[in-house]
């Protein structure tokens, strides 16, 4: 889900210039995200960090430590991370806002072209990091984010259930079909969907096997806006087959991503479409399962989306300096990586902890693995105009609703609509 490297811009200097650490002021976020608390944070030297539920118990050791070294107090403010991301791009401009968020980098264009983040200064310190990592947080030149996880979906198979990998999506459904006959298994095939948005992200691997794209890519690896290529004859293909896969039971719009989860820990089912996320409740339910490479469908490699996800500063910070120094010293220690990944199960950007834990656990290598061949999630602000029509579009499929080619051209022409508004 990335762009190609580019250098590090150095942070501004009214940012770091003559700042002392522990003079600093407090932060750009209040206790209540969405109220001024009066200045009492200022007087406190406080630093907010809105965070989700899952990633939050991480964290706290982490803020702990910056605070008995700093003096400076890491508030961690839960937020619902559906809305999070436009929460922050409304609220950072009135001062209302964190001083840092948690977010996946495919959200970056769409905040520096809101101007809420900013640049960082990771100096040599981006070497130690997965080179996709830095990638996927530079946005035209600048490095704005520190990586914390590198992360892609896989099939996992149950073992017990279908003990050997196939080779192409077609056994998978095979397979899937023969496990339901005999009543070994519920579900031929699970990837949880969302009931009235689908679902492009997961399902994108089965879309690129058919050599279906969202944006045109230029040599450097960047995205090129202008060049829509969805509408293209190898996304009426997938189209096509998304209509039949619905029809013959193998994608379900009715199966959430709760549902696919526990259907799969409950072993109703040889296969799920999933992330590493969901790897450590399917180890706690003693599932025997494999990690495998999504084999084609269409007869092109089935490329997941490749996202990062990664802390980012407020452009109206008013501690800028202890909010960088947190985000560089303390999330990008291994220490920090290790946190989050036991929180996540996502596999680290830091390039020493990942290769640390890749030797110990097949389950990060198979992930990394798959990873190489990944598809950047464009990280261009035209991607909030893509997503409704384009899953609105897969789940009438699913549904069996319309001629493909009608259904998706129409999504398509919707989309470039708003392109050019």
Not at 15 to 43: E, I, R, W
Not at 84 to 99: N, R
Not at 379 to 388: E, G, K, L, R, T
Request: proline share 7%; hydrophobic share 40%; aromatic share 8%.
């Amino acid at each position: 889900m990335t762009t190609k490297l580019k250098r590090a811009a150095a942070l501004a200097g009214a940012v770091v210039a003559g700042a002392s650490l522990l003079a600093l002021t407090g932060c750009g976020g209040a206790a209540d995200p969405g109220k001024s608390d009066g200045g009492k944070d200022q007087a406190k030297g406080t630093v907010t960090l809105w965070v989700d539920t899952q990633r939050a118990p991480a964290l706290k050791d982490l803020a702990a430590q910056f605070k008995k070294d700093t003096g400076v107090e890491i508030k961690l403010v839960l937020k619902d991370f559906a809305t999070a991301d436009q929460d922050f791009i409304s609220q950072v401009p009135t001062g209302k806002g964190p001083d840092i968020i948690v977010s996946p980098h495919n959200v970056l264009g769409a905040y520096v072209k809101n101007g809420v983040v900013a640049p960082l200064e990771l100096g040599d310190k981006a070497k130690d990091y997965a080179d996709t990592a830095i990638q996927a947080v530079t946005y035209e030149g600048n490095v704005y984010g520190v990586p914390y996880s590198i992360e892609n979906i896989a099939l996992l198979r149950n073992k017990k259930l279908v003990p050997e990998a196939s080779q192409t999506f077609d056994e998978v459904i095979a397979k899937g079909k023969a496990s339901v006959a005999s009543k070994a298994a519920k579900y031929p095939f699970l990837v949880g969907l969302d009931p009235k948005q689908g679902d492009p992200y997961h399902l994108y691997p089965l879309q690129t096997s058919f050599g279906s794209t969202v944006f045109a890519q230029n040599p450097d690896g960047t995205f090129d806006a202008s060049k829509l290529t969805l509408g293209d004859p190898a996304g009426v293909k997938f189209a096509t087959a998304l209509k039949q896969w619905g029809a013959e039971g193998i994608l379900n719009a009715n199966i959430t991503g709760d549902i696919a989860l526990d259907a799969f820990t409950k072993g109703e089912s040889p296969y799920y479409l999933t992330g590493p996320w969901n790897v450590p409740a399917i180890k706690d339910a003693k599932i025997d399962y494999a990690i495998d490479p999504l084999p084609s469908a269409g007869g092109e490699p089935a490329r997941p989306f490749l996202g990062v996800n990664a802390f980012f500063v407020s452009s109206k910070s008013q501690n800028k300096v202890a909010a960088t120094k947190f985000l560089v010293d303390y999330i990008g220690s291994a220490a920090g990586q290790k946190a989050l990944y036991e929180a996540g199960g996502r596999p680290p950007a830091l390039t020493s902890v990942y290769d640390e834990l890749a030797a110990k656990d097949p389950d990060i290598k198979a992930f990394g693995d798959i990873g190489r061949d990944a598809t950047p999630m464009p990280a261009i602000p035209q991607m909030a105009s893509v997503w409704a029509d384009w899953g609105t579009a897969e789940l009438a499929l699913i549904k069996g609703q319309g001629d493909p080619a009608t259904v998706w051209n129409t999504a398509v022409t919707n989309i470039q609509a708003k392109l050019t508004q």
